[in-house]
């Protein structure tokens, strides 16, 4: 026993939503030498990876998550909410936000996560710009049940890949304090481009992204377990004071973007972030003090 052994997972139970390929497979491989006592993949897709218990889920189905929930048990004391699709897949609501949503608060209203329980999504860089849109996106997050939810983003144009990103960043932020009352952290990660079978799938936007910075800074976009180290550290309790946040592991892009480091990136970081870039707001607070 060591003060390190806080990144550790000596004895837990770990759950990884969507741990078949790319980043959550990535993470459940860590897991397996973090000493977990078992790790628990879902997934649509078979699971491969050897040492782990898979259970087959679709998130688009309400009935799918039940029934994996029931096979799974409790208690978790660590949950990875990997799974995602892209632009384009029917059910892109319920995949990306309505069924996560709905799996983390089922495990937490059904007591299988404990004080001292973590869940963390993987969430993109795409949802970070939801803070002008919170007043919406909240009463998005008020709807608890999963047909509703569906239906509202669907009937407002949000079943889309940037909106079911900004509600799982906005989830994290506004209910933190609800979960950490119950003794639980959840927090998401937003990748930068990173290479997995559905960042290839769709190669031109999604590696395509960004690939003149990495030329500049000469790195490469993240390979799924270099995603994985930071995704697996905020489930573990060296995390502890971290909770309500959505930490960007981008290599600094959307940095150099807002802060016209990198002025190809301004433009993007601007947009996707929903917010004007560093210097060229007017009248902020601070200036209107006269500070
Ligand atoms: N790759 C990138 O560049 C990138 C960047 C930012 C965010 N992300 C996000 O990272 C997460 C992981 O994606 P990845 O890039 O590792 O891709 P991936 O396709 O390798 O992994 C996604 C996993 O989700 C599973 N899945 C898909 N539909 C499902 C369903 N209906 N029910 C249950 N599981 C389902 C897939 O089978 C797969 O195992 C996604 O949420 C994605 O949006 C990816």
């Known amino acids: 026993m060591g003060l390190y052994d806080a990144f550790r997972y000596d004895g837990k139970r770990v759950l990884v939503v969507g741990g078949a390929t790319g980043m959550g497979a990535a993470a459940a491989e860590l897991l397996l030498d ?22 087959h889920v679709n998130l688009g189905e309400k009935e799918s998550i039940d029934t994996a929930l029931e096979a799974c048990g409790g208690p978790v004391h660590a949950v990875f909410s990997c799974a995602g699709v892209a632009d384009g897949t029917p059910g892109i609501e319920r995949i990306n936000y309505v069924g996560h949503r709905y ?6 209203a ?3 996560l404990h004080r001292g329980a973590s869940v963390t999504f993987i969430s993109s860089s795409a949802g970070l710009g939801w803070e002008p849109n919170f007043t919406q996106i909240s009463e998005l997050l008020d709807l608890d049940d999963f047909a509703t939810a569906a239906a509202w983003m669907r009937d407002r144009n949000w079943a889309d890949y940037l909106h079911t990103k900004q509600a799982v960043c906005a989830f994290v932020s506004r209910d ?43 790195v490469d976009a993240s390979t799924p377990l270099e ?14 004071a971290i909770n309500g946040q959505t930490v960007v592991a981008d290599h600094g892009w959307f940095a150099a973007g807002t802060t016209h480091v990198f002025p190809a990136a301004t433009g993007i970081a601007a947009f996707l972030q929903n917010r004007a870039p560093a210097g060229t707001r007017e009248g902020s607070p601070q200036e209107q003090a006269g500070l």
């Open 103 to 108: 799996l983390v608060e089922r495990m937490l």
């Open 34 to 55: 973090s000493g977990a006592s078992e790790i628990v993949v879902m997934d649509y897709a078979d699971v491969t990876l050897g040492g782990v218990t898979p259970i």
């Open 176 to 218: 933190s304090l609800r979960f950490l009352k119950a003794g639980v952290r959840i927090n998401a990660l937003c990748p930068g481009p990173t290479d997995t079978p559905l960042a290839r799938a769709n190669e031109e936007t999604w590696l395509g992204n960004g690939a003149d910075f990495r030329a500049e800074a000469g």
């Open 227 to 240: 995603q994985a180290y930071p995704l697996v550290f905020l489930g573990s309790d060296a995390a502890r």
């Open 110 to 112: 059904g007591g299988m």
